[in-house]
């Protein structure tokens, strides 16, 4: 019984510390920006998710410009009554941007990285970012990889060229490209980026479906490669590491669960501008108290899915 005790507890710490030095490991291979306003706190604890098509290589500069995008744009709001809400930003959603005017949203991006991206999204929302977590589009790809698959589905047979995405109608255990492709595509939607939005959280979801099964959590060699393809695609504001993103990617598939995935109310989809082409425009009242209601906890949610 001693022996038994004895190879149990060592048993224990050996798992333990296996992934205690996994965790650290993941930790230092994370990029780091100082992303935060520092403005004042607000009540809860906020995330701001960006999807980047910055790719391994690229130059960037100090202000993370340089052409790069964001294309998927989500905010993760834990409210001070334990409520979880999960909200897609379009990226053509017209705003105002700092020093610059009224824009798209993801132009904050392009005109001052993830700094002005933060900024902006605290003006729009009224809520203080806490943690930016960015994923680069390639990462996308090579954390689909090391876990194996995820499964998506589409309610239409799709053939495009622009995203590269080819699925029949139904659900299907798809790799790495062809996530990539599923969370990007957008032009042969109808509904465009409000489709995408979409897809983009059904893939959050089927993603960490996928990393919370029992192949994936009890397969030491899928752990090292998830780690290491996980925290090579994460560029975080400074302060936010790989714990931090652990609870937001638990927190975001609760929210899924619950259905507490409130959409942005949208006056016109199809807004014309004058020199940036057609955007999304949404009523500042109405904006106001739609975040208003995720920030203390009661907006109403789905009944789950």
Same mark, same amino acid.
């Given at each position: 019984?001693?022996?038994?005790?004895?190879l149990t507890?060592?048993?224990?710490v050996?798992?333990?510390?296996?992934? !205690?030095?996994l965790?650290?490991?993941a930790?230092?291979?994370?990029?780091?920006?100082?992303a935060?306003?520092?403005?004042?706190?607000?009540?809860?604890?906020? %995330?701001?998710?960006?999807?980047?098509?910055?790719? *391994?290589?690229?130059?960037?500069?100090?202000?993370?410009?340089?052409?790069?995008?964001?294309?998927?744009?989500?905010?993760?709001?834990?409210a001070?009554?334990?409520t979880? %809400?999960?909200?897609?930003?379009p990226r053509?959603?017209l705003?105002?941007?700092p020093g610059?005017?009224? %824009?798209?949203?993801?132009?904050?991006?392009?005109?001052?990285? !993830?700094?002005?991206?933060v900024?902006t999204?605290e003006?729009?929302?009224?809520?203080?970012?806490?943690?930016?977590? *960015?994923?680069?589009?390639?990462?996308?790809?090579n954390?689909?990889?090391?876990v194996?698959?995820?499964?998506?589905?589409?309610?239409?047979d799709?053939?495009?060229?622009?995203?590269?995405?080819?699925?029949?109608?139904?659900?299907?255990?798809?790799?790495? *490209?062809?996530a990539?492709?599923?969370?990007?595509?957008? %032009?042969?939607?109808?509904?465009?980026?409000?489709?995408?939005?979409?897809?983009?959280?059904?893939?959050?979801?089927?993603?960490?479906?996928?990393?919370?099964?029992?192949?994936?959590?009890?397969?030491?060699?899928?752990q090292?490669?998830?780690?290491?393809?996980?925290?090579?695609?994460?560029?975080?504001?400074?302060?936010?590491?790989?714990?931090?993103?652990?609870v937001?990617?638990?927190?975001?598939r609760?929210?899924?669960?619950?259905?507490?995935?409130?959409?942005?109310?949208?006056?016109?989809?199809?807004f014309?501008t004058?020199?940036?082409?057609?955007?999304?425009?949404?009523?500042?009242?109405d904006v106001a !108290?739609f975040?208003?209601?995720?920030?203390?906890?009661?907006? *109403?949610?789905?009944?789950?899915s």
């Amino acid at each position: 019984m001693r022996l038994g005790a004895v190879l149990t507890a060592l048993l224990l710490v050996a798992v333990l510390g296996w992934g !205690a030095g996994l965790l650290l490991w993941a930790d230092s291979r994370i990029d780091h920006v100082d992303a935060l306003s520092g403005r004042a706190d607000t009540p809860g604890t906020t %995330y701001l998710i960006a999807g980047s098509d910055r790719r *391994e290589g690229d130059a960037v500069a100090d202000d993370g410009t340089q052409g790069v995008r964001t294309d998927t744009i989500m905010l993760l709001h834990k409210a001070p009554n334990g409520t979880d %809400y999960l909200v897609s930003l379009p990226r053509d959603t017209l705003v105002e941007i700092p020093g610059h005017g009224r %824009y798209k949203l993801n132009a904050s991006y392009a005109f001052g990285g !993830a700094p002005l991206l933060v900024e902006t999204v605290e003006e729009f929302t009224g809520l203080t970012i806490d943690h930016y977590v *960015e994923i680069g589009f390639d990462g996308v790809q090579n954390v689909v990889d090391a876990v194996g698959h995820v499964n998506l589905c589409i309610d239409q047979d799709v053939d495009d060229e622009r995203s590269g995405l080819r699925m029949a109608e139904g659900c299907h255990d798809v790799g790495g *490209e062809q996530a990539l492709a599923f969370v990007r595509a957008r %032009y042969f939607d109808p509904t465009a980026d409000l489709g995408r939005q979409q897809r983009q959280q059904q893939f959050v979801g089927a993603l960490m479906d996928r990393v919370s099964s029992p192949g994936v959590l009890l397969n030491p060699v899928s752990q090292v490669r998830l780690a290491g393809a996980g925290s090579d695609a994460l560029t975080t504001s400074e302060g936010t590491g790989i714990v931090d993103v652990g609870v937001m990617g638990l927190s975001a598939r609760g929210a899924m669960a619950d259905g507490a995935m409130p959409v942005l109310p949208i006056e016109n989809p199809a807004f014309q501008t004058r020199h940036s082409g057609v955007a999304i425009l949404t009523d500042e009242d109405d904006v106001a !108290a739609f975040f208003g209601s995720i920030a203390d906890g009661s907006a *109403e949610v789905s009944a789950g899915s």
